[in-house]
């Protein structure tokens, strides 16, 4: 008797955040017997991209390389689409996954979905309600649930979210968030990093505010609100240092030098890894960020988060007490902050509260969840 063919299972990503909540799954995916697994990135975003492949040793089959200076939306969808038609057509995998809300995961479901391939969806049914906030990603994310066959949702409230768009309850996953299993994975207590400011910051004695903005629908006064909120909280708490890793975006940076080049106690370094970036998450007192999957890792390292958000499509996190929207008008982001500084009880409220994203077991659940679906387990 002949052996039953592998499920051929193709990911699709693009930009770093998928690589490193996709990364834990295609391990999964890698070790399972009965599946192969086939990578095909569209290097969306080349350089970030490549330093979480290297980190996970991850070698993709295809690499469409798509990347350009100063590219539209329209420029990379159009390249990503091409791209991924010939893929597809050659490869002929029995489903596609895609992750999150980033233009390459529009165009993987879509490309999937002329070639008539399955596709399932990681981090399904997240919604701001916004559909320019964040811009393009809650469209993004919205079109890639329509076209998706099995939804993988983090949280309740995703689930919830789906089944108020009409998804079918069976398609819909429950697995938390696999971004839970790959910071696990890299958080270490002797961990060094390789720029000497970050080790000889005295994180056990300073108050140090990791900071990350970098969103489109950010640049221009709200992002002159929150570095002046920074600038503020610096000059009224000595006892405080922040670290920002700074945007590839040179309209983030114009802002950033203008406002914080010469405050004190503020370290703007150059972009991080995704490892060295999880362990100096780990070692911060409090995040403000503007970033999705941030709001996701702090509450498992046990850290506050303050996100410079008008709303997020991560409520799990506000009605759990990990996090708090500070919105991007200074007075606000200037009080909470100082607030989280110089109020323990109110910061251990937060620093303590349950951790909504889950269990570190995502991808497991996920594969099981393919295997289930084709009729394998």
Request: charged content about 30%; hydrophobic content about 40%; some cysteine.
């Amino acid at each position: 008797m002949k052996n039953k063919a592998p499920l051929k299972i193709m990911s699709i990503f693009g930009t770093r955040p998928e690589a490193i909540k996709m990364a834990p799954v295609v391990k999964k995916l890698e070790e399972t017997e009965g599946i192969e697994s086939i990578v095909c990135v569209t290097a969306q975003h080349r350089e970030m991209l490549d330093q979480v492949l290297d980190l996970f040793e991850i070698s993709p089959k295809y690499d469409l390389n798509i990347m350009k200076s100063g590219q539209t939306l329209n420029e990379i969808t159009s390249r990503a689409l091409i791209g991924l038609q010939k893929v597809l057509s050659d490869e002929r995998p029995h489903m596609v996954l895609v992750h999150g809300d980033t233009t390459t995961t529009f165009v993987g479901a879509l490309a999937a979905f002329y070639e008539k391939i399955k596709v399932g969806h990681v981090e399904a049914g997240l919604r701001s309600g916004n559909m320019y906030s964040p811009y393009p990603e809650e469209m993004n994310r919205s079109l890639t649930g329509t076209l998706s066959n099995l939804h993988f949702a983090p949280t309740k409230g995703n689930e919830e979210n789906l089944l108020r768009e009409g998804m079918n309850k069976e398609n819909i996953i429950r697995t938390g968030n696999t971004v839970i299993d790959a910071l696990l994975e890299v958080v270490k207590p002797d961990y060094k990093f390789e720029i000497d400011i970050l080790n000889e910051i005295d994180y056990k004695n300073k108050k140090v505010i990791l900071l990350t903005a970098h969103r489109r629908e950010n640049l221009g006064s709200p992002m002159e609100n929150i570095f002046t909120a920074i600038k503020e909280v610096v000059t009224k708490n000595e006892g405080v240092e922040v670290v920002f890793p700074l945007h590839l975006n040179p309209k983030v940076r114009a802002i950033a030098y203008r406002i914080l080049e010469d405050v004190p106690r503020v370290h703007m370094i150059e972009p991080l890894d995704y490892e060295p970036f999880a362990n100096l998450q780990s070692r911060a007192y409090m995040i403000l960020t503007d970033s999705g999957g941030i709001q996701e890792e702090a509450p498992a390292l046990g850290k506050p988060v303050l996100v410079l958000r008008t709303e997020t499509e991560r409520p799990e996190a506000v009605e759990a007490g990990t996090a708090k929207i500070a919105g991007i008008e200074k007075e606000k982001i200037f009080k909470l902050t100082d607030e989280l500084i110089n109020n323990k009880e109110e910061y251990n409220k937060m620093a303590n509260a349950v951790n909504p994203y889950g269990d570190g077991k995502a991808s497991e659940r996920i594969v099981t969840a393919i295997k289930e679906y084709f009729g394998e387990e």
